[in-house]
């Protein structure tokens, strides 16, 4: 079910009242309603594939185990290489094996050869990307040492099902979430008033930003050759704008649902739009899964021991698999190769882990400068977007075409005000918030209770107002 | 956490009594112009039209898609054009149309090819809209659970417009959408000598999701309760841009398979004899210009009275 659905809102109280109120200081119960609760949410999307994700969780919790109790080094390894080749196995079949059978068949067609391979006819199972990521985590902090398995079934099934970030996370840490479900959970009346907020700003980042952008991105990428090179900026734009909204929408109403529940969930954006540099940029954008990245593939490479060249190389492997992982088609591939690209330079020169603090903090302008600097991170980004958008990179390369085209000083066609409206006030609460956890944290946190909760409404009304225009959230497709 | 409940209930109270309130007040001003409030004109064609009568059934490719007088010249029927809206859903217009039907009617029913794909059948917005801005119980008493599934999303942005400042004062008349835009048989007239000002958009697809098949359950069904009643149900096809029809021609193939694979059903004609040159089109591919009605109605004339002839019902 969708976190913007009526089943989810009835879902959502339903589970609450009985997670604080049936379950109550009970621990063991509470941990058992979370894992009803994040299999029927899982069921709604496809009761199908419910069997993989438990066959999941019994594998990475087994092997787990296995390794904790092995008496050998080569025995830890076996386990260890198992559970990894039937997650990654179960993830190259389901997401990658029809993009390789297909990119063979058309490269040895190049060369004179007509291959015809069996593809799969079988739907991408959600969240298949981020629960596998989950278990990968947590086998090989096992047997990294960094951590012990969890005896508890139950409590690793939660780990690895928790509902809010179950199709689209945040890829969550053994070492920071599984504590947290170990241990009793107080409800702490500030915290739940928190995540309702949090809701409330994801839903309006999802409902009335992204879905309303998508609207206008999906017109020009669907219908590339009849509209100007002006027209193609602003789809561009708009789909940075979607994107954004859809994704980091979803993780806002996720750590708000967490929080309901006495659960805090890793923050996956922080203002990634505000960022300086390329470098900040991947700081702040799905920071779940950079840092999984970062940590299990990066680190083990060498990461940025080595010299440059293994800076270099290391890098560039990171954001290739970043892309892939996102899905299978060479523009995933594209994105994540450009975006190695905007990198370099600061890899190459040592200058990555500049702007570390966010941008004009303390202040409420940025300087000059600082514009800049965001708008050209903001604008690299964008044109990385057009090849994570197009559905080829023949369309990629005509969208590119077509900004370059002489219509690009033409007045941009199609454009709904209301709209630009609802992002120029957007951009504004989020700057304003951009040294908060989410934008609404605490703004109007000083204000008389009518005019905060006044402003809740509005926000709440903009959300039913626009709800009907619904576009799927983008990362459920990985 | 009782405060906490408290609080959030206390919250919630204001805009759930916005809903309330909403979905009961009466139509506003602006709804009562739409072209949605035809229903009690075409309800009352239904109910008071005399025998023999032919009913068309569809959503605005009918409306704006069909001149229903050649009917009544050449076959000598008095003819009803029910078309409203396709957002209404093709279950509707089945369910709303059934109680009028009465023995020697003639149906023919068009519905548009998006009706099978997805779950645009049930309606949506255009069907909240006209169960209560026509205040009518009998809609929303004959409404499917799956119906009221695609409504609910709506109700808030429903209730909230009741109290819209625009819905009430500046009204602009969209001539051609508006409930005065229909002849007396229901036939939507007044966008004949108009030339559409935007840009013509062709469909690449019929997008909505996949085929729908309880809707070809459901035209069995409803065409057994037609039979039984005495009347005769002749399943057509909507005039759809040559253009949208080539793109769109897999899932259009498929739409005709499965209607005349529904045992006992009358299909009449063929899609692609419905697939209208370009410039038939008035501003989307399902409505027409004077020239693409006339067009049109031209060929359904001719499938009609084939098919009448063939079941011994001319005389």
């Known amino acids: 079910m969708l976190f913007n659905s009526l089943g989810f809102a009835i879902f959502l109280p339903i589970v609450f009242l009985l997670y604080w109120f049936v379950a109550k200081r009970n621990l063991k119960l509470q941990n058992i309603l979370l894992l009803v609760s994040s299999y029927y949410f899982y069921a709604c999307w496809d009761y199908r594939f419910l069997f993989l994700l438990v066959f999941s969780t019994l594998l990475d919790y087994y092997t787990g185990l296995k390794m904790q109790d092995a008496k050998s080094e080569p025995l830890k390894k076996f386990w260890f290489w198992l559970s990894i080749s039937v997650n990654l196995g179960f993830l190259g079949v389901f997401k990658y094996y029809n993009f390789f059978a297909e990119s063979l068949a058309a490269s040895l067609s190049t060369i004179g050869f007509e291959a015809n391979f069996w593809t799969l006819k079988v739907i991408l199972p959600v969240g298949i990307s981020f629960y596998t990521f989950h278990g990968l985590s947590y086998v090989i902090d096992i047997y990294k040492g960094r951590i012990k398995p969890e005896r508890n079934f139950i409590d690793y099934s939660v780990f690895v099902s928790f509902f809010p970030l179950l199709v689209a996370g945040p890829i969550e840490r053994a070492t920071h979430l599984l504590p947290q479900i170990q241990q009793k959970r107080v409800f702490i009346k500030a915290n739940a008033i928190d995540g309702l907020r949090q809701i409330l700003w994801g839903l309006f980042k999802k409902i009335v930003i992204a879905d309303n952008c998508a609207e206008y991105a999906n017109m020009v990428f669907n219908n590339s050759g009849e509209y100007s090179g002006s027209t193609h900026i602003v789809a561009a734009i708009f789909f940075a704008f979607q994107i954004y909204g859809d994704f980091s929408g979803y993780s806002d109403i996720a750590l708000g649902t967490a929080r309901l529940f006495g659960i805090d969930l890793l923050r996956n954006f922080a203002y990634p739009y505000f960022s300086r540099d390329i470098a900040e940029f991947w700081r702040r954008w799905h920071i779940s899964l950079s840092t999984w990245f970062r940590d299990y593939l990066y680190i083990p490479l060498g990461g940025s021991k080595g010299g440059n060249w293994m800076r270099v190389r290391n890098t560039f492997i990171i954001f290739l698999v970043s892309g892939f992982w996102h899905g299978a088609n060479w523009t995933f591939i594209a994105w994540g190769f450009l975006n190695a690209l905007f990198i370099m330079p600061s890899i190459v020169f040592g200058t990555n882990r500049n702007n570390l603090e966010t941008v004009a903090q303390g202040k409420t302008f940025a300087s000059i400068r600082e514009i800049g600097n965001i708008l050209l991170t903001f604008a690299m980004s964008t044109f990385a977007w057009i090849f994570f958008r197009s559905k080829d990179m023949a369309s990629a390369f005509h969208f590119i075409g077509e900004i370059f085209s002489t219509s690009v000083f033409s007045k941009p066609q199609n454009i709904r005000n209301e709209i630009v409206w609802l992002m120029v006030g957007f951009v504004i609460i989020e700057w304003l918030g951009r040294e908060q956890k989410y934008a609404l944290e605490r703004f109007g946190m000083n204000w008389p209770r009518p005019f905060r909760w006044a402003f809740y409404y509005l926000i709440l009304f903009l959300v039913f107002e626009y709800t009907g225009v619904d576009q799927q959230f983008i990362y459920f497709q990985f | ?315």
């Open chain 2, 1 to 315: 956490m009782k405060l906490f409940l408290r609080k959030t209930f206390l919250f919630l109270c204001i805009p759930m009594a916005v809903f309330i309130i909403g979905i009961f007040l009466p139509a506003t001003p602006k709804a009562k112009q739409s072209l949605l409030m035809s229903k009690f004109t075409k309800d009352s064609l239904l109910l008071h039209t005399k025998k023999p009568r032919i009913i068309f059934i569809a959503g605005s490719s009918m409306s704006l898609g069909l001149y229903s007088q050649p009917f009544k010249d050449s076959l000598h029927l008095n003819p009803i054009n029910t078309g409203i809206h396709g957002g209404l859903g093709a279950f509707y217009m089945m369910d709303d149309v059934i109680d009028y039907v009465q023995p020697g009617d003639i149906l023919v029913m068009a519905p548009e090819y998006h009706q099978f794909y997805g779950d645009f059948a049930y309606g949506g917005e255009e069907l909240l809209r006209a169960a209560f801005d026509t205040s009518s119980p009998r809609v929303i008493m004959n409404l499917r659970w799956e119906q009221f599934k695609k409504m609910y999303g709506f109700v808030p942005k429903y209730s909230m417009s009741k109290f819209m400042p625009e819905q009430y004062f500046h009204l602009t008349e969209n001539d051609f959408y508006s409930k005065d835009a229909f002849n007396k048989y229901g036939d939507a007239v007044l966008h004949w000598d108009k030339k559409f000002e935007g840009k013509f958009e062709p469909f690449k697809m019929i997008d909505g999701g996949a085929f729908n098949h309880e809707l070809i359950t459901a035209f069995d069904a409803f065409n057994k309760t037609v039979k039984a009643k005495g009347a005769t149900l002749y399943i057509s096809f909507p005039p759809f841009e040559e253009q949208s029809y080539e793109s769109c021609k897999s899932q259009i193939d498929y739409v005709e398979k499965e209607l005349r694979s529904i045992p006992g059903i009358t299909v009449i004609g063929t899609a692609e004899r419905y697939a209208m040159p370009t410039d038939c089109a008035f501003d989307t591919p399902y409505h027409l210009n004077k020239k693409g009605v006339f067009r049109r109605t031209q060929l359904l004339l001719e499938d009609v009275e084939k098919q009448m002839k063939t079941d011994g019902l001319m005389k």
